[in-house]
């Protein structure tokens, strides 16, 4: 019995005593220790004998050792279903999961989606380079995606049955199944996020070879019955994505609602629009309160789309954050920003900051400092002119990377400001230890200043509150004059909004700037 598989003791001695009562159950397969070799797998056929008056009096036994007959079938098994260079599963495994994620789906009420995906230019590669590069490409493209597809698993919240199964159907085909699909869009961020896990070159023979892949995809119930029909739908899509120019995705058909085809679209455009020129900054002035001067601007980001016309920022950045691609449009912010401020120091005009708005994304992990610092020094200015406005609700969320981040502006000199305050729930403890410099007012309270008595309280205390922390204090949204003189009566060092200037166009600034130079020189 101790060299019995402790997993295997119970049904084995179950079976004896079974026997015992006239029942004949003992396991089919049990495994030993056998002493000097090791676990064996023994079948086993059993039969019993019965005495005259009905009660057994032996159990018949024959066992024979399978283990190597068992490790030969699992390999064949193995070999069937999988492909040989990568290791991944085949078109068959593939067909059979992705039938019995159907079958589930069916019974729980979800839906599945496939995504087919074939590498640009593959045929090339192999053709110029030889086979043997085409197969370590191959390999190497199928770690990639393993390690991101890995990695999507989070969207599915990490459930082993709705992992991403990834296969080879061959040559430089592969799927991904997404076995618990719950918004279309969600198999949009896993093709996206295969196409930017391919985007880095590959090192193959010393060389650097550029790899893109074209994505289709289908979902269950909408684009097929049954396995094939969505594997054949899914492979029309590729098709279609090739068409569209490379390193693209389609969905079959109408999978996805309008608006989230409207959104996927819309991100697929603001992927390359600071490549195509279609960013613009607009600047809004933001002017001493006591005096009307102007000390500064705000950097507001705007993307002219040729096709829209321009977009405001409520439109597009919430996409941008979601999908990552806030990190380079936010750089790009920070880029122009300095470029801006170097022009104006070479037209003679005074020492104005410029205010940029930063995402949470872009304090995480990211070395917004050192960008910051590189990009003063290309344009040749001093990285104090520019101020950093960081949302309540982004420090309020803050991890220690976000401390950190702000640490490093710090040492940098660079001010910082807490954007929309008043909104984010912060707590003025919390606000002390935070290196902050600056509190811009939200526009929600000094909106309702004039009409609303405990508005009117409460904006003042808030500004009450910022300059004891010692803070220098803006009011955002400023429209009347009735709301500029309370909030100058109440100390606040800034005021910006619309009634001095609504943000003004690039082009536009110096000329705006120059007028008000003449009347509060
Ligand atoms: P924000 O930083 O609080 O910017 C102030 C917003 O209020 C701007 O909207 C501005 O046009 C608007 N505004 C200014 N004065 C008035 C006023 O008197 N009345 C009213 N009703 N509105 C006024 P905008 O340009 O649409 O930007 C919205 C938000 O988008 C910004 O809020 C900021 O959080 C974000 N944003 C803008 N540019 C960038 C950027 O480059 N990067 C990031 N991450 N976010 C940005
Ligand atoms: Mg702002
Ligand atoms: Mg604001």
């Known amino acids: 019995m101790g060299r019995i598989h402790s997993d295997d003791r119970a049904p084995f001695s179950n079976g004896l005593r079974l026997a015992r009562e006239g029942q004949l159950a003992f396991p089919e397969r049990f495994r030993i220790d056998v002493v000097g070799i090791g676990e064996r797998v023994f079948q086993t056929a059993t039969g019993l004998i019965v005495g005259s008056d009905g009660s057994p009096s ?6 024979q050792d399978v283990t190597d007959a068992q490790a030969t079938h699992q390999q064949v098994r193995f070999m069937a279903y999988h492909d040989p260079l990568t290791g991944l599963g085949n078109r068959a495994l593939f067909r059979e999961q992705l039938d019995a994620a159907i079958q589930r789906a069916r019974g729980e009420g979800g839906s599945v989606g496939v995504l087919f995906l074939d590498l640009d230019h593959f045929k090339r590669i192999n053709d110029t380079m030889g086979h043997s590069v085409g197969d370590r490409l191959l390999l190497a493209a199928a770690d990639r995606l393993r390690s991101c597809v890995r990695l999507s698993d989070a969207l599915a919240r990490g459930r082993n049955m709705d992992e991403h199964t990834i296969s080879r159907l061959g040559g430089d085909e592969f799927t991904v199944l997404v076995p618990a699909v719950k918004k279309p869009e969600d198999l949009a961020k896993v093709a996206r996020r295969i196409q930017n896990a391919l985007v880095e070159p590959f090192e193959l023979d010393g060389r650097q070879v550029l790899v893109r892949a074209s994505i289709g995809i289908t979902v269950w119930p909408l684009d097929g019955a049954d396995s094939e029909q969505l594997l054949r739908n899914a492979d029309v899509a590729m098709y279609h994505a090739k068409e569209r120019g490379r390193n693209e995705f389609q969905f079959y058909a109408s999978s996805l609602g309008e608006t989230a085809m409207r959104r996927i679209e819309l991100e697929g455009r603001l992927r390359d629009a600071a490549e195509r020129g279609e960013l613009e900054l607009h600047l809004q ?25 321009l977009i405001l920022p409520g ?17 790009w912010v920070l880029q122009h920003a ?3 401020v170097r022009r104006w120091d070479d037209a003679g005009l005074p020492a104005a900051t410029l205010s940029v708005n930063v995402s949470a994304r872009q304090l995480r992990g990211e070395p917004l400092a050192e960008r910051l610092l590189a990009h003063a020094q290309a344009a040749g200015i001093d990285p104090r002119r520019i101020e950093v406005e960081i949302t309540e609700s982004t420090l309020v969320g803050g991890t ?16 910082i400001a807490i954007d929309d305050f008043g909104t984010g729930y912060s707590c003025l403890g919390y606000l002390r230890t935070l290196p902050v410099d600056t509190l811009k007012v939200d526009r929600v309270f000094v909106s309702r200043i004039t009409e609303s008595e405990t508005d009117r309280a409460l904006t003042a205390a808030i500004v009450a509150m910022g300059r004891a922390l010692g803070l220098r204090v803006v009011a955002e949204g400023v429209e009347t004059a009735g709301q500029a003189y309370l909030l100058s009566s109440w100390g606040c060092d800034e005021l910006q909004g619309y009634l001095m200037s609504r943000p003004i166009p690039e082009a536009e600034v110096e000329a705006y700037w120059r007028a008000q130079l003449a009347l509060t020189p």
């Open 400 to 415: 220690r990377n976000v401390l950190e981040t702000l640490q490093a502006l710090r040492a940098l000199g660079v001010r």
């Open 58 to 63: 032996f159990l018949d036994l024959a066992m």
């Open 315 to 331: 439109d597009f950045i919430a996409v941008a954050e979601d999908t990552g691609l806030i990190v380079p449009i936010g750089d």
């Open 338 to 340: 300095c470029e801006t």
């Open 285 to 309: 002035p933001r002017v001493a309160a006591a005096t009307g001067k102007l000390v500064g601007f705000e950097a507001l980001l705007r993307w002219r789309d040729p096709e829209r016309g």
